[in-house]
């Protein structure tokens, strides 16, 4: 019999609408394993198994098995809950798209930290600003680069930020050439306020980093539009349209 099942589980007496619990496709899990060899010893080894997809949501009529099932059929189920996507990634990023992400987060904690470039100054490891991007952005990234920046500038402030990882939590094409990314993004930062007119005066007399506060570890959720990018010969193939973090970054302590 087909894996996925539904039940109503309670109705509103306001709307009438039933709540609807179910399962859907079954979705591939991956575990590290520690697997017995011949001689005694315990080998780490990736293995793949099957686990339910979980759904939970309001509707006008109660579902039957088959009603459910023609709707996964024809894609038209609802958003698995937002928990879910704690453990489970509905569709693994391409490589090509892990790789411009990557870059990229790397690029933008680059012109938080040399925050000097954006007014052109030198330092060891040259000029690097807003402008500063190896993968292709739009003007409206580098906007948001640069009022970043302006701000840190502002505070004579800049931020040591340390990527610690990205998961991926869904991939939703809009077209062959475009492409919505939302990551869960953790990172661990440091703050530097400093005097004077070079932020890192500090390295010239061989002494730490001014740091004035800390933050994390901690995770933020942040959607990337991308667009695939017409150079044949280009080294990334997207390009970063738009990022907006969907959840704010925790208060420096």
Do not use: K
Not at 27 to 39: R, S
Not at 43 to 60: D, K, W
């Amino acid at each position: 019999e087909p894996a996925a099942v539904i039940a109503d589980v309670a109705t509103d007496p306001n709307t009438q609408q039933v709540l609807e619990v179910g399962v859907g496709r079954v979705h591939e899990i991956y575990v590290v394993a520690p697997i017995p060899q011949d001689d005694g010893s315990l080998a780490l080894t990736v293995v793949r198994g099957g686990i339910f997809s979980y759904y939970e949501f309001p509707s006008a009529q109660r579902l039957t098995d088959e009603a459910w099932r023609a709707q996964l059929a024809a894609g038209e189920a609802p958003a698995q809950p937002a928990f879910t996507s704690s453990f489970s990634v509905p569709q693994a990023a391409p490589l090509d798209i892990q790789q411009v992400i990557y870059r990229f987060q790397l690029d933008w904690r680059s012109i938080l930290f040399y925050t000097v470039g954006s007014a052109g100054v030198e330092h060891d490891c040259g000029t690097i600003g807003p402008g500063y991007f190896g993968v292709s952005v739009s003007d409206e990234v580098r906007q948001q680069a640069q009022a970043a920046v302006d701000a840190l500038r502002a505070q004579r402030q800049y931020e040591g930020r340390q990527w610690i990882s990205t998961d991926y939590v869904s991939v939703e094409p809009a077209s062959p050439d475009r492409i919505t990314v939302t990551v869960r993004e953790t990172w661990s930062d440091y703050l530097v306020t400093y005097e004077g007119e070079n932020p890192f005066d500090w390295n010239l007399q061989g002494v730490p980093q001014p740091i004035t506060a800390r933050r994390g570890p901690y995770t933020v959720d942040v959607t990337y539009v991308l667009e695939r990018v017409a150079d044949p010969l280009s080294e990334y193939a997207w390009r970063v349209v738009s990022m907006t973090e969907l959840t704010a970054r925790p208060a420096w302590r």
